[in-house]
């Protein structure tokens, strides 16, 4: 994967770098994400299913109840995201990124075990999805800032968008599922929510197991003052000795980071305390003040953008514009999504950049979700009910804006902003910067 999908090189760069070890750690890393994307797809038609409200008590309650409890389980996973990203963020600097990895992981499995092991417990499948809630975001808060400190810059965007590509295989594998249990399982057994629910704990086995083969990060490892250790992790993942010009500039560029920390913060060694008090500092300068601004505004409207509810009311939209198997097109959109997000990380974003990509995207995007808008609330379409030939029309009109709304998301909306954003910060500010992100993102599903 060279050429075309590449960036210009910043220096002379020899052909051993772009081995398969810093994509090997890049899809480690991303399996944790790929869970993200999961519950995203599977959560809606998995609570909704008549065994699920049979063996929880739904059917003894009222409908305002349910909505409450359906509502409850969903929010507290994003819930749990937002402070588990909030809470990982001081390990990611006291402990470093392969810990905290670790640690987001551990929580994670245990929660996926309590929401698949009861039967009648409803109290343990919100515990569950409070966990696995804190395990993701912790997660999803050090994936992206591992991998940029990790990669070569010619690959970065690549590198950095096997968060996204992780994400949205997570997504297809929870619509498709669904897909299956809903058309071959017995809608009454028990399995037909335990399965989904179980189905979690592969992706977070998979990062389990994978674990190991990790560095930690070169750049914690040179604030630790560990710059022996940084030289021989760089040395790994750029596959070349030690003493090689390359990883000495790399060493170079790096400690001129952490100097510049260090001269924020007044010590070599500071405390997590001095460490965000200098980078709200920082964040308040002539230069800086105003990129945080910039990041705000796009975590804010991408989290907002509608992308995150077309994945978790995908049914609910696909049955109100007039189609009945909607698992059968949840799929499809999955897939569609899926495919876009790994050409274009792959392919484009090292190439073309973030910001024009991202600008086509968004005006393709805003024209699909205004047609759908136009047509259901001027067509009024509902499934099973006889249309008229000119709602059928623009029924399919409105299937094809919702698939087209898939594939120009993944050719920039989707997480372009997660790379540029990096990449305009110091490493004093990055911690904060991946902390937000999670935080909007869980914005956008509240």
């Known amino acids: 994967m060279t050429g075309f999908g590449r960036a210009k090189e910043d220096r002379p760069t020899p052909s051993q770098v772009y081995g398969w070890r810093p994509y090997m750690a890049a899809i480690i890393i991303s399996l944790g994400v790929m869970a993200y994307?999961?519950?995203?797809?599977?959560i809606g038609q998995t609570l909704a299913s008549k065994a699920f409200k049979r063996d929880f008590g739904f059917n003894a309650m009222t409908k305002a109840q349910q909505n409450n409890h359906l509502g409850n389980l969903?929010?507290?996973?994003?819930?749990?995201?937002f402070f588990g990203a909030l809470f990982m963020l001081p390990a990611l600097e006291l402990l470093g990124r392969k810990r905290t990895v670790i640690i987001s992981d551990v929580i994670f499995i245990i929660g996926s075990i309590l929401c698949t092991v009861p039967t009648h417990q409803l109290g343990l499948i919100y515990a569950g999805r409070l966990l696995t809630g804190l395990g993701v975001g912790g997660i999803a808060a050090v994936c992206p800032t591992y991998i940029s400190q990790i990669a070569p810059p010619a690959i970065r965007g690549r590198l950095t968008g096997f968060f996204e590509s992780s994400y949205q295989i997570g997504a297809v594998i929870g619509f498709w599922i669904n897909y299956g249990i809903v058309h071959n399982m017995d809608a009454a057994s028990s399995n037909a929510w335990r399965i989904p629910m179980g189905v979690q704990l592969v992706p977070a086995g998979l990062l389990a197991i994978g674990i190991p083969f990790l560095r930690e990060s070169p750049m914690w490892?040179?604030?630790?003052?560990?710059?022996?250790?940084?030289?021989?992790?760089l040395s790994y993942y750029r596959n070349l000795p030690e003493s090689?010009?390359?990883?000495?500039?790399?060493?170079?560029?790096?400690?001129?980071?952490?100097?510049?920390?260090?001269?924020?913060?007044?010590?070599?060694?500071?405390?997590?305390?001095?460490?965000?008090?200098?980078?709200?500092?920082?964040?308040?300068?002539?230069?800086?003040?105003?990129?945080?601004?910039l990041v705000f505004l796009m975590f804010m409207w991408q989290a907002w953008s509608g992308a995150a509810a077309i994945n978790y009311y995908s049914p609910t939209i696909f049955t109100s514009i007039g189609l009945t198997d909607t698992t059968l097109w949840t799929g499809v959109y999955g897939i569609i999504k899926a495919v876009g997000s790994i050409i274009f990380f792959t392919f484009f974003i090292d190439k073309f950049g973030r910001k024009?990509?991202?600008?086509?995207?968004?005006l393709a995007c805003a024209g699909c979700q205004y047609y759908l808008a136009g047509y259901i609330a001027i067509g009024k379409p509902t499934a099973g009910v006889q249309q008229s030939p000119g709602t059928i029309a623009g029924g399919k009109a409105a299937t094809a804006a919702i698939m087209v709304f898939g594939a120009a998301w993944s050719f920039g909306g989707n997480r372009s902003h997660v790379r540029s954003t990096l990449l305009v910060h110091h490493g004093s500010t990055r911690g904060l910067t991946a902390f937000g992100y999670v935080g909007l993102v869980v914005l956008g599903y509240l």
């Open 356 to 362: 024009w990509p991202w600008i086509a995207s968004s």
């Open 244 to 293: 090689h010009e390359y990883i000495a500039q790399d060493v170079y560029f790096m400690q001129g980071q952490v100097e510049q920390e260090r001269s924020l913060t007044g010590s070599a060694q500071p405390t997590f305390i001095n460490f965000l008090r200098a980078a709200l500092g920082e964040a308040t300068t002539k230069g800086m003040w105003n990129r945080f601004v």
């Open 37 to 42: 994307g999961y519950d995203s797809s599977f």
């Open 221 to 233: 490892l040179l604030k630790k003052g560990r710059n022996e250790d940084a030289s021989k992790v």
């Open 74 to 81: 969903t929010s507290i996973y994003s819930a749990g995201g």
